[in-house]
């Protein structure tokens, strides 16, 4: 079968079109045939090198797609079904195995690939809105990137949970995308000052939580825009990593709170995947979510998908096609 492959960090040049050996079922996993690989952008950290993993690879950590196999003990899925994952690396290939535990079976009226398109960034912002910081009516966030792949989806939830949205974006167009999803004001972060601009809005008052995906270039700002004993979620670096931190620095900013979240302590257990998937599939599935799944590449396009992405060229959802 055909799969992307990297055998040494690097640009995207590194994704390579490769023949590879078609998997198997083990005990306890299935085998999946990609319709659809979803593009995120921790695929660019692992493709530069900035998260490690052996090499070689093949990126790609979420996918939607049907049931070919399931090896012994396998008591989550059957052959034929419809079903996305996320948190199991491969998926840019035509086939991959998948741990049974990681496989969420779609609901009818969700397409595989609306299910490649949920899963990672779904998920995300779902934590992100409902779990890391529960928000509610009365609070004013911040959600940096608001028109990229999670940015879209944060806005809608935090709109659904009745919270003010004040979202950063590089481009008119991108603000549009924002204002779609539900921001209720745009910055222009690329030509304005956002702290000065959140105080304005806010009032001087500041906000509840900042959701700072962004990292290098946002971070100081971001902690002078939150109230005292705001929440400062970190969790990305798509302009680079944020270095060393002094904790003296949330003192200073206001009693401040901080966290690095990951996705995969927020679906650890497969309670907790089930769960918060089927609240993000049920949402699609009943029109309460809109997914903006805008562009598609064929899977051996891959290096120039990771081009469009790192290139701040993407909004919404990115597909590699198999
Ligand atoms: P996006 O679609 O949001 O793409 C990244 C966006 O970041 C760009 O479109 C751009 O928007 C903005 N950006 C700002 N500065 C830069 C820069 N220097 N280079 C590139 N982009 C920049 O990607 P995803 O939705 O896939 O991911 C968003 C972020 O969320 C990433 O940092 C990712 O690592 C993180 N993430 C974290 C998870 C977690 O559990 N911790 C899970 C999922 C994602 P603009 O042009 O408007 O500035």
């Avoid at 490769?18 to 990609?34: I, N, S, W």
């Avoid at 998260?51 to 003990?73: H, I, Q, R, S, W």
């Avoid at 009693?255 to 699609?284: C, D, K, M, N």
Wanted: net charge positive.
């Amino acid at each position: 079968m055909k799969a992307i492959r990297v055998s040494a960090a690097g640009g995207p040049e590194a994704l390579r079109l490769e023949d590879v050996p078609e998997p198997t079922a083990r005990a306890g996993e299935a085998v999946v045939k990609v319709d659809a690989a979803g593009l995120n952008y921790i695929d660019v950290y692992f493709r530069t090198g900035l998260y490690k993993t052996d090499l070689p690879f093949t990126p790609g950590l979420e996918a939607g797609g049907t049931v070919t196999a399931v090896g012994p003990n396998v008591t989550e899925v059957k052959v034929g079904d419809r079903v996305a994952y996320t948190g199991v690396p491969g998926a840019y290939a035509e086939l991959a195995a998948v741990p049974a535990q990681r496989l969420v079976v779609l609901p009818a009226g969700v397409s595989t690939k609306q299910g490649a398109a949920a899963m990672l960034q779904g998920m995300t912002a779902h934590y992100l809105a409902c779990t890391t910081y529960p928000l509610k009516a009365g609070d004013t966030c911040l959600v940096h990137a608001a028109a990229g792949g999670v940015g879209l989806l944060l806005c809608q939830m935090a709109k659904m949970r009745g919270a003010r949205v004040i979202g950063t974006v590089s481009t008119e167009d991108k603000a549009k995308l924002a204002r779609g999803a539900g921001a209720d004001e745009v910055i222009l972060y690329t030509q304005q000052d956002f702290e000065a601009e959140v105080k304005r809005l806010t009032g001087g008052r500041g906000l509840q939580v900042v959701y700072d995906s962004v990292g290098k270039t946002t971070w100081d700002k971001s902690l002078g825009c939150l109230a005292p004993r705001g929440l400062m979620v970190l969790y990305g670096q798509s302009s680079g990593p944020i270095g060393q931190i002094d904790p003296q620095i949330l003192n200073a900013k206001g009693s401040l709170y901080l966290t690095r979240p990951s996705l995969f302590h927020y679906t650890a257990t497969r309670e907790e995947l089930l769960q918060r998937a089927g609240e993000v599939l049920g949402w699609i599935r009943d029109g309460k979510l809109k997914m903006r799944m805008e562009l598609e590449f064929p899977l051996k396009d891959a290096a120039e998908a990771h081009r469009a992405l790192e290139g701040r060229r993407t909004t919404g959802k990115v597909l590699l096609v198999p």
